[in-house]
């Protein structure tokens, strides 16, 4: 039993459940406020996010500066276990529109070089509300009926996805 109580405890057991309580303290700091592990479901945002695939959230990172074009987003949608992973491709005010399969910015083609396939998808054109964001997953190349994208509140956004 001494045995097995110095490799669980160690040598000084006060000292022990004192790195356990800072441990913890740093975890739940850490993981309850600053990062948020999220796992990516559905095919969206292939290639560069895959199906089940685990990722962190970045939770403080929009109160030193503005979301912007191209940041991959976690967004808070329904409840608090319900996040969905998207692009940002146009800012509040900016007027967005797809012709076939090609997004538009205040009338200019989006640079979009992490798009691999594209379907010939048409989307009206919309303009951003001064608090709202347009998201979009990477993979076009599913039917625009089977992706949920468009328009976003920022309060809405949870954070910016690490890796």
């Known amino acids: 039993m001494s045995r097995l109580r110095h490799i669980a405890i160690g040598r ?3 000292r022990t459940l004192i790195r356990i309580a800072v441990l913890a303290v740093f975890s739940f700091i850490t993981f309850g406020w600053l990062l948020t592990p999220v796992r990516v479901r559905g095919i969206s945002m292939e290639p560069a996010y895959h199906d089940s695939s685990l990722k962190l959230v970045n939770r403080i990172i929009y109160r030193f500066r503005a ?3 191209g940041d991959v987003v976690a967004i808070r949608l329904a409840g608090p ?3 969905y992973v998207k692009r ?3 800012l509040p005010t900016e007027r967005v529109s797809i012709i076939e399969g090609i997004v538009e910015v205040n009338g ?3 640079a979009e070089p ?3 396939k ?3 998808w048409n989307y009206p054109e919309v303009t951003v509300g001064a608090r709202e964001y347009f998201v979009i997953g990477d993979n076009r190349s599913m039917k625009m009926g089977d992706h949920d994208f468009g328009r976003v509140d920022a309060r809405r956004i949870l954070g910016m ?3």
């Open 118 to 120: 594209r379907s010939a």
């Open 88 to 90: 940002i491709i146009a």
């Open 161 to 163: 996805l690490l890796f």
């Open 81 to 83: 276990g319900v996040l």
């Open 114 to 116: 992490y798009v691999q």
């Open 67 to 69: 979301p912007q074009r």
């Open 108 to 110: 200019a083609p989006l």
């Open 12 to 14: 000084n057991p006060r």
